[in-house]
T-cell receptor
Framework: SQTIHQWPATLVQPVGSPLSLECTVE??????LYWYRQAAGRGLQLLFYSVGIGQISSEVPQNLSASRPQDRQFILSSKKLLLSDSGFYLCAWTGPGLSGANVLTFGAGSRLTVL | GQNIDQPTEMTATEGAIVQINCTYQ??????LFWYQQHAGEAPTFLSY??LDGLEEKGRFSSFLSRSKGYSYLLLKELQMKDSASYLCAVMDSNYQLIWGAGTKLIIKP
């Protein structure tokens, strides 16, 4: 069966510090991978998605970046965090290809507080 | 623009039935999803509708009318553990998910 791992679960970072969140998927090949952010009391905002190694699409211009160094690994990074980067970050995956029946499955999430 | 509307908050009584509505305006349609999200946790998949009609899964049912741009999630025999936010999402013609802001459901004993 497929599983998704995301870490760290929580972190508190000072403004201006770097960030690295990591996500890996097991039990599948060529998944579509996603990074979402959810601000307190708000809906899900798509940040990045990837359909293959080295292929990253950015949905929202900001000081965050994403990389996919391996087929089942997705990393969210920042060189200098802003206060507005605080939120709940969710990695998610679907099966390969584009299909309405591809159910999005989320990792447990990473709660980031920038002080 | 693309838009998903659902009520911000609803309250219901344990053992009762509640219906959470979702209306949408999107560029194309490739399916509608409902997710449940408990406070502090990640969303989990509940249901997927792509054809008109009712899909039933135990205590939960989801209905879709594509002509009306409308769906609802019906929860029966409410339990305290059903207290959560319920997210409606529509997959558009580009296979991108458009998310509603979620409906916070409060269950009272």
């Amino acid at each position: 069966s497929q599983t998704i791992h995301q870490w760290p679960a929580t972190l508190v970072q000072p403004v201006g510090s770097p960030l690295s969140l990591e996500c890996t998927v097991e039990g599948t090949s060529n998944p579509n991978l996603y990074w979402y952010r959810q601000a307190a009391g708000r809906g899900l905002q798509l940040l990045f998605y990837s359909v293959g190694i080295g292929q990253i699409s950015s949905e929202v211009p900001q000081n965050l970046s994403a990389s996919r160094p391996q087929d089942r690994q997705f990393i969210l990074s920042s060189k200098k965090l802003l206060l507005s980067d605080s939120g709940f970050y969710l990695c998610a995956w679907t099966g390969p290809g584009l299909s309405g029946a591809n159910v999005l499955t989320f990792g447990a999430g990473s709660r980031l507080t920038v002080l | 623009g693309q838009n998903i509307d659902q009520p911000t908050e609803m309250t219901a009584t344990e053992g009762a039935i509640v219906q959470i509505n979702c209306t949408y305006q999107t560029s194309g349609f490739n399916g509608l999803f409902w997710y449940q999200q408990h406070a502090g946790e990640a969303p989990t998949f509940l249901s997927y509708n792509v054809l008109d009609g009712l899909e039933e899964k135990g205590r939960f049912s989801s209905f879709l009318s594509r002509s009306k741009g409308y769906s609802y999630l019906l929860l029966k025999e409410l339990q305290m553990k059903d207290s959560a936010s319920y997210l409606c999402a529509v997959m558009d013609s580009n296979y991108q998910l458009i998310w509603g802001a979620g409906t916070k459901l409060i269950i009272k004993p």
